[in-house]
């Protein structure tokens, strides 16, 4: 695979008088305006790896980026740029995609608009980065994920939950052997997401409507797929039943509207760890559930040795033994704390936001013109999990996951 590097401005410059070479890429993000776009992507991820001088690649020299913000609305896209003294903006994406100067096209708009944008850019050759899922429908997620092992670009897509602190130092306990055998994963995700009536919700409208790309399946199962086949192993079947608690929600303008898609999502899984043992998982997602946790999501993965509970930042692990005796007597009342028997896992390290640390490897690879890990094949299957979850609820029926044949 080549780089694609034909922007002179973009191209490694010689260095001058020693200073050290600085290859700019430019990236055209797509969809800023919006929640992801602007908070994670934009905020937290280009803005600081452009401050911060961008990045040092093995042979010594730097890799800056330059974002280019794109929209639909010209006042709000400029008016962003200018806030954040981003110098290029536009509400042409078309123009950007076939641009020789323009390296990367980042896409974090709306899912249904996805599958168009991100074929036009690996036709035009350039490298992709996008939000998830890929596509709404299974057969464009593979279709994408057929153009990526092709086009001779690098293709990542956003698999952030895999870089929080909290499911690094799960990953962390697996591989160091801790848990034994592991026999179970349980999750717990979610939060009360406001109708919209008395006070305004605080997710999109869409995210509410079949229509328009939105439902809790679609959303979270393919973010799911990933944190099992990360932590635990690849997942082998999907026994859910989705439900819409919530009917009617009431959008950005204060008007009523229709829930149409589930807006809760009760998963059994059934995975294969590499070494080929099988582990049950469980995770509920809800939009319609009060907080009674230490994080809006949790992991308890338990084993022959030892358990663990990560949230999106701490994790705690309790060893075989290490384990109390628990008595079951409904008579007394509970006499010890039993979150108190757990001991924190340490970092050991800086874990920095999880959407720019996995930038920084996507760009690295950009750099090295190599496939990044989590691409469009990974996010294909993420799809895949919540097509046969929907599948499942729909008929009451175990579905079993087909591999993806490229
Ligand atoms: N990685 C994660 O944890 C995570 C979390 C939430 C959402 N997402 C994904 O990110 C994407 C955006 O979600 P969001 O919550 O930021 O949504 P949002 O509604 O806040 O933002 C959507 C963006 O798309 C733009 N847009 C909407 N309709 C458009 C149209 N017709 N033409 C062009 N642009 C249009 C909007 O202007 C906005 O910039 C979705 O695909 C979603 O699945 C990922």
Not at 242 to 249: L, M, N, V
Request: proline share 6%.
């Amino acid at each position: 695979m080549t780089s694609t590097l034909t922007n002179p401005a973009a191209a490694a410059a010689e260095p001058r008088d020693g200073a050290p070479r600085v290859r700019t890429l430019r990236i055209a993000m797509n969809g800023v305006t919006g929640r992801m776009g602007y908070r994670q992507h934009l905020l937290r991820s280009i803005l600081p790896i452009r401050e911060q001088g961008g990045l040092t690649l093995p042979d010594g020299s730097t890799l800056q980026v330059e974002p280019i913000l794109v929209g639909r609305n010209a006042e709000k896209i400029s008016a962003l740029a200018a806030q954040h003294g981003i110098e290029e903006w536009s509400t042409d994406l078309d123009a950007l995609i076939d641009d020789p100067s323009v390296d990367i096209i980042f896409d974090a708009s709306m899912t249904q608009l996805r599958p168009e944008t991100l074929k036009k850019a690996m036709a035009a050759g350039k490298h992709i980065y996008t939000e998830k899922p890929t596509a709404e429908t299974l057969d464009e997620a593979i279709e994408l994920a057929r153009l990526g092992a092709t086009a001779g670009v690098t293709a990542g897509v956003v698999h952030d939950k895999l870089y929080l602190p909290g499911l690094v130092k799960l990953r962390k306990l697996v591989d160091e052997g801790f848990f034994g055998r592991i026999l179970s994963l349980r999750g717990e995700f979610g939060y009360w997401v406001f109708e919209g009536d008395t006070q305004p919700a605080q997710r999109p409208s869409w995210n509410y409507r079949t229509e328009d790309g939105g439902g809790m399946t679609t959303d979270m199962f393919c973010h799911w797929n990933y944190v099992l086949e990360g932590i635990i192993g690849k997942v082998k079947s999907v026994n859910a039943l989705t439900t819409t608690h919530i009917p009617t929600r009431w959008d950005e303008q204060g008007e009523p509207y229709q829930a149409t898609a589930d807006d809760a999502a009760y998963g059994i899984f059934e995975l294969e760890t590499p070494a080929g043992d099988p582990v049950i998982a469980q995770i509920n997602s809800s939009w319609a559930v009060r907080v009674y946790r230490d994080e809006l999501v949790e992991f308890q993965v338990d084993g022959t040795h030892g358990s663990a509970v990560a949230g999106l930042f701490k994790c705690v692990a309790q060893h075989r033994s290490m384990t109390p005796k628990p008595v079951w007597n409904p008579d007394l009342p509970v006499a010890e704390s039993f979150r108190g028997q757990w001991q924190e896992v340490p970092a050991n390290r800086d874990l920095d936001n999880g959407f720019k640390l996995q930038w920084e490897e996507f760009l690295q690879d950009v750099a090295a013109g190599r496939p990044h890990g989590f691409d469009l094949l990974s996010a294909a299957r993420g799809v895949q999990l919540a097509a046969l979850g929907l599948e499942s609820s729909a008929t009451r029926t175990t579905q079993s996951i087909p591999e993806i044949e490229l």
